[in-house]
């Protein structure tokens, strides 16, 4: 199962970036879905993530800045990240999610390439 992350870029302190995520709908029709990070020299982290009922949820260090949404139609979800910082520079993947008693965990083995951003003046 190969999940496809694009929209990621060279952008300013303070910009903006829309990234999106197509996802078989094997997957995305009966999965929440989420969104993570990794930097360089980082461990991987979930950024934001949505139930199939639009129930959201986010990482402190990115809230009221990032919003993640879902399109069932195109089996897309979507990550809009405003105001973005020096510190959001990272490789952006999505994967199907799910929460257990001990915090989200990802569901597939195969991460894709996922989406470079980086934030720089």
């Known amino acids: 199962v190969q999940l496809q992350a694009s929209g990621g870029g060279l952008v300013q302190p303070g910009g903006s970036l829309k990234l999106s995520c197509l996802a078989p709908?094997?997957?995305?029709?009966?999965?929440?879905m989420g969104w993570y990070r990794q930097a360089p020299g980082k461990q991987r982290e979930l950024v934001a993530a949505?139930?199939?009922?639009?129930?959201?949820n986010y990482a402190d260090s990115v809230k009221g800045r990032f919003t993640i949404s879902r399109d069932s139609a195109k089996n897309t979800v979507y990550l809009q990240m405003n105001s973005l910082k020096t510190e959001d520079t990272a490789v952006y993947y999505c994967?199907?999610?799910?929460?257990?008693?001990?915090?989200?965990?990802?569901?597939?083995?195969?991460w894709g390439q996922g989406t470079q951003v980086t934030v720089s003046s």
């Open positions: 994967n199907a999610v799910i929460r257990l008693a001990t915090g989200w965990t990802s569901l597939l083995d195969s």
């Open positions: 709908g094997s997957v995305f029709n009966i999965n929440a």
């Open positions: 949505i139930s199939r009922g639009g129930n959201t």
